[in-house]
């Protein structure tokens, strides 16, 4: 990592405006209240998310009068990296110190045309799946936006992206890292469409990717919000599993998640499908008869799906399920004619699996101590996430 880089940034209490936080929109507003030209935020936008540039110096296109006013009106604050991991395969994984104190993990996994990075939307998380190691921490606290969108200004730094001679290293963003980003629904919608503006990062919005274990009232608020991809942790076919292994599915079940989602998917301008995950756990969901009942539920909804064996991890029982159980299971659904994707496993040695990545929290829950304490208990280091495996592919 560039110390240059690091001695720019640090974590402040601060209450003024950060301007790695903002939105065009916001961004626009904040001028227009300090008596500036709006347009004025396009130029920030730029200095930040597409040069890299944090130092308001630097930024000589906006005078220095104007320059001054900022530097004691406003902050431009972005999350620290404290240490990070390669793989031999060329995944990478970050780990990032948020205000709270609290450590998320962010993981870039490169493909062949580019690659993808898969963020953190909360630090732990309060929804409990009883096959996530996030969950098992507890919830800690929710990022920011300049915190979720930091991840990938951190992403492209490292990468060399901000340096105008490679072409920008990320191609697809996945909120698939830890934490629920519709229960931090503000904050990531803002970040979202930050990475998706012209202005800054400019990616496509088929290309930046919601994950939801299924909040409902807050997919039925998106459309007001974004554009972006969403992406709905199914994991079970009926509500009798699903509840058993996602205590969300007792407030929300299924059949109110795939109409939030209808909802949703109509509402966008371009013809797309969300993507269904499917967690396949050993002896829990991933018989036969699961795939074919999983058909028969999916038969009138368009989508891709997604399975993902599981990862196992320290504090869990579960296990993977056999190679040939997948290839079933897969085949099933594809004979029904779904499009089906089944992830393949990365980055083993650095112990970086989106969806199942465990970081650090400060403040830690109840919850998250009983479980500390079980693991402790097994001599096993939870946070080094040393058996964790990235899961990767494109959506
Ligand atoms: N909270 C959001 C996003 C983070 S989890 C959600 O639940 O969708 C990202 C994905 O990883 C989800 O599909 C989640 O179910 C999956 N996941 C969590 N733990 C896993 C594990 N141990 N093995 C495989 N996938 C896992
Ligand atoms: Fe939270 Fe998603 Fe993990 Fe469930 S799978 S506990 S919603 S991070």
Known sequence: ????????????????????????????????????????????????????????????????????????????????????FLSEDGTRKWIVEVASGSRVEMVFIPEAARGTLCISSQAGCSLDCSFCATGK???????????????????????????????????????????????????????????????????????????????????????????????????????????????????????????????????LPDKRVPVIEYTMIAGVNDHRQHARELAELLKTFPCKINIIPFNPFSLSDYSRPSGSSVTNFRQILQREGYTVTVRTTRGDDIGAACGQLVGEVADQTRRSQRHKAKAASNRRVFDRADNLAVTADRL
């Open 137 to 267: 921490q507890g919830f800690n606290s929710d990022l920011t936006v300049a915190e979720i969108v930091g991840q990938l200004w951190w992403a492209v730094k490292e990468l060399g992206g901000f340096s105008g001679e490679l072409e920008r290293p990320i191609s697809n963003v996945v909120m698939m890292g830890m934490g629920e980003p519709l229960l931090n629904f503000e904050p990531v919608m803002e970040a979202v469409n930050l990475m998706m503006e012209d202005c800054a990062y400019g990616l496509s919005k088929r290309k930046v990717t919601v994950s939801t274990s299924g909040v409902v009232p807050a997919i039925n608020r998106m459309k007001e919000f974004t554009e972006a991809s969403l992406a709905i942790s199914l994991h079970a076919p009926n509500d009798e599993l699903r509840s058993q292994i996602m205590p969300i599915n007792k407030k929300y079940n299924i059949g109110m998640l795939l109409e939030s989602v209808r909802g949703y998917m109509a509402s």
């Open 1 to 84: 990592m560039s110390d240059g880089v690091k001695n720019q940034l640090s974590k402040t209490d601060s209450k003024l405006p950060n301007l790695a936080g903002l939105g065009r929109d916001r961004l626009r507003a904040l001028f227009t209240e300090f008596g500036e030209k709006p347009f004025h935020a396009d130029q920030v936008l730029k200095w930040v998310h597409q040069r890299g540039i944090t130092d308001l110096d630097v930024m000589t296109d906006i005078s220095k009068s104007l320059r001054e006013k900022l530097k004691t009106k406003t902050q431009i604050t972005l999350p620290v990296v404290v240490d990070e």
